[in-house]
């Protein structure tokens, strides 16, 4: 953290500001958390997937005979044991959910939609019976043609996937495609703007799906008794929503399934959707025996959603003085094989971090025969970023400006009309650019071969409901316990925030993840919501446990309670009127539970609407081989506005990780697909990762503008940082070659051809 804002908040905090140990990082170093695919239970049986070999087929039949007799098969299922789901999309527009869809993805029905589509289910004895019994299973498909590119599946001739699906958001309506949806938003007079311009630049750009690439694949056990009633266990982001999906898809009561959360490693915004939950807890009912579920990496990578893939061209306009005075955007975002790509959040951001007084963002959500995406790190936001990062540097190039002064000059800031209709109510952009401007690292001289990009990002961050229980042990310490699965350091945070209200020490507070039976409805952990709105409700509990300490310590005194006011950890009477009384400490008060009243327990829930966004602003250097085009980062500093960090060691590696993934993003990472529509690289030895070899040391710069509406300033900060990078990079690439990439990854041979090519 910079220096300035650690004085500052250590001047306003005990805690707040603070790096205690982590409260997971005992069992985590030692192997002893349980993960989604580490509890055993007595007779539990082994569950496995059969996966589709086509990219796209009609089911003409299966037969599952042979596999239900072999012995030590318990039991088999197809989509016919699903019930089937209404065709209909539930909730908010830009993240709703179909049914119909859903389950279709759980287990295919009418036909095949991508190379791994689940087919059907065994539970057996032992994974060598069950994978034997997958083996029996007899298919009877209609090969189908595919479609993989985004561009592809638009057009008119395309295979279709779905033979009546018609694209919503276009009147009057189309003949059915391939284009689940189109939006389009619009502020002031394009023409007009554009017409004002000196400079204008148009460019087109193509990202490959990426994954998120968690070490642990998704993992689960599930029992069922023969009342109906039904456990789960299950690395998710959200528990409450494992259990709202997977009742629905099996047409259970909330109330009959309970869902525990285990550990989780790694997420990024893949494990806030279900794959083998309901085909687990199916399993688990029919059989009677509890069921095991756990997804090879082969599965993960053919089955589970990755980043979308997208196809998209922007246009900007500035004034000879770096004036942005017109932007427009064609964003087509691949969903896979189920319409919901993060399509609208990609026109909303991409030019969200500037003051434009005329822009248009038109956004296709468009499925093709890969699977389904799912969110991954600000979904949607990195790949608008890509684009008009890439052209805002082109512009800044053409009128001789340093690019982190044309962003700086036209930095949204509080009041600014954003495209997607609302005002930015929130500050902290153009610090993120100033922080930059005046790093030591940006004015270093570079060498042969080496250039220095920047580039800018924007994310909303979430609000959305939360719980939290607290109560107080008879020995004063404190447990907190929330509905929000621990990813990025949430249980270090809610014992923060606890112990800084309460005015006690950290170590005095337990915070725990409790399961759907155990604590109020709360949402994933996901949109950088959980410090936020976890947090609030954390706070709220503690000041009505505080309130309720007051009138225990004023039963103890024979005072009125609001003669009773708590300070440092303690009950004080408020003035010398009340009475002359020592300070009665937490645990003092604590000890006299029984006699005054009994437990001390309270507990809130939160919905916050009004929510403060995130903005990031990086620099990176890099040195090109002109012989192979291989791109090695030498430095890279990441500037965020994080509002205020109540643990700044995990936001510190929140920014780091960002960053690592987007440079993954940038240089290696994609999905490759032969002609039959099959992935060829699904593992790690041929999808790269980076690893640290491939890393510089990543300098965070936390910038603090605390935000009002949380009772410790937090904003979200685990998504934006992901948003930078990849036209950062980009751009340092153009200035080390003198060559524009366009289309990620920028992998050595891509890289070398654009140097090789003639002008």
């Known amino acids: 953290m910079d220096d300035i804002t650690s004085r500052e908040t250590a001047k306003l905090y005990k805690w707040v500001g603070t790096r205690p140990v982590r409260p997971d990082g005992v069992p985590k170093v030692t192997g002893l958390a349980q993960y989604g695919s580490d509890l055993a239970m007595p007779g539990m049986l082994v569950g496995h997937i059969l996966r589709s070999p086509h990219a796209h087929a009609r089911i003409r039949s299966i ?110 309506p189309p003949k059915p495609s391939n284009i689940s949806k189109r939006v389009e938003y619009k502020l002031g007079d394009l023409e007009a703007g554009f017409a004002a311009a000196d400079e204008i630049v148009e460019m087109s750009f193509k990202t490959a799906p990426v994954h998120q690439g968690y070490i642990e694949p998704q993992g689960c056990v599930a029992r069922c008794d023969a009342d109906g009633q039904g456990e789960l266990w299950s690395s998710s982001q959200g528990h409450f929503v494992v259990r709202a999906y997977t009742a629905q898809l099996l047409d259970m009561k909330l109330g009959d399934l309970r869902v525990y959360p285990a550990e989780i490693g790694g997420a990024f915004g893949g494990k806030t959707v279900i794959y083998v939950e309901p085909v687990a807890v199916m399993l688990a009912r029919k059989s009677g025996h509890p069921v095991k579920i756990v997804m090879s990496r082969e599965d993960v990578f053919r089955a589970t959603g990755p980043a979308s893939g997208a196809s998209m061209t922007v246009k900007i306009g500035v004034t000879r003085d770096g004036t942005i005075v017109a932007a427009d955007g064609l964003f087509k975002l691949q969903a896979g094989a189920f319409p919901g790509s993060p399509f609208m959040s990609t026109c909303m951001c991409a030019f969200a971090p500037y003051d434009i007084p005329n822009a248009r963002a038109i956004g296709y959500d468009v499925i093709s025969n890969r699977p389904k995406v799912a969110a991954y790190r600000a979904p949607g936001s990195p790949i608008g970023a890509f684009a008009v990062e890439s052209v805002l540097d082109v512009l800044a190039r053409k009128i001789g400006m340093d690019p982190l002064k044309l962003r700086l000059k036209n930095a949204a800031k509080k009041g600014t009309q954003m495209l997607s209709g609302a005002k930015l109510s929130h500050d902290g952009y153009a610090e993120t650019i100033e922080a930059l401007l005046n790093h030591a690292g940006y004015k270093t001289p570079l060498g042969k071969n080496q250039g220095r990009g920047v580039a800018s990002g924007y994310w909303f961050n979430g609000g959305g409901e939360s719980s939290a229980t607290v109560h107080v042990n008879e020995d004063g310490t404190v447990v907190v316990a929330t509905g929000s699965p621990d990813i990025g350091g949430s249980r270090a945070s809610m014992a923060i925030m606890a112990a800084e209200t309460l005015g006690i020490d950290y170590d005095r507070v337990r915070a725990i993840v409790a399961d759907t039976a155990s604590v109020g409805y709360t949402h994933v952990t996901g949109g950088s919501r959980v410090t936020f ?227």
């Open 533 to 759: 709105a976890t947090g609030m409700a954390v706070v709220d509990t503690t000041k009505k446990i505080i309130q309720e300490l007051c009138v225990r310590a004023a039963k103890m005194w024979d005072v009125d309670p609001e003669g009773v006011v708590w300070e440092d950890g303690c009950a004080k009477p408020a003035s010398s009127n009340v009475g002359d009384f020592k300070p009665l400490s937490l645990s003092e008060i604590a000890a006299k539970r029984a006699q005054t009243g009994g437990p001390i327990v309270a507990e809130a829930a939160v919905n916050p609407s009004v929510v403060a966004p995130g903005f990031a602003t990086q620099f990176c250097d890099v040195e090109v081989d002109p012989e192979t085009g291989k791109v090695k980062i030498l430095r890279f500093v990441a500037a965020q506005d994080v509002g205020r960090a109540i643990h700044p060691s995990y936001v510190e590696g929140q920014i780091q990780g960002g960053v690592t993934q987007g440079i993954g993003w940038a240089l290696n990472e994609e999905y490759i697909y032969d002609s039959r529509g099959h992935m060829e690289n699904p593992g790690f030895l041929d999808y790269r990762i980076p690893v640290a070899s491939d890393l510089p040391m990543i300098e965070p710069v936390m910038v603090e503008v605390p935000n009002p509406g949380h009772p410790y300033g937090a904003k979200g900060a685990a998504e934006v940082n992901i948003c930078p990078p990849m036209a950062a990079i980009a751009n340092a690439i153009e200035r080390a070659t003198g060559r524009r990439l366009t289309e990620l990854p920028m992998s050595p041979p891509k890289v070398l051809a654009a140097i090789d090519a003639s002008d």
């Open 63 to 172: 037969d599952t005979s042979r596999a239900a007799a072999l012995p030590g098969v318990k039991v088999v299922v197809t989509s016919a044991d699903f019930p089937e789901q209404r065709f209909e999309y539930v909730g908010p527009e830009r993240v709703a959910q179909n049914f119909w869809h859903m389950t279709r993805n759980i287990m295919a029905r009418e036909k095949v939609l991508y190379e791994g589509h689940a087919v059907a289910a065994v539970a057996a004895t032992s994974k060598a019976i069950a994978d034997e019994a997958l083996s029996l299973i007899a298919v009877d498909y209609e090969v189908l043609p595919h479609v993989i590119d985004v561009d592809e599946a638009m057009k008119p001739d395309a295979p279709l996937l779905f033979p009546d699906l018609i694209t919503r958001g276009v009147e009057p």
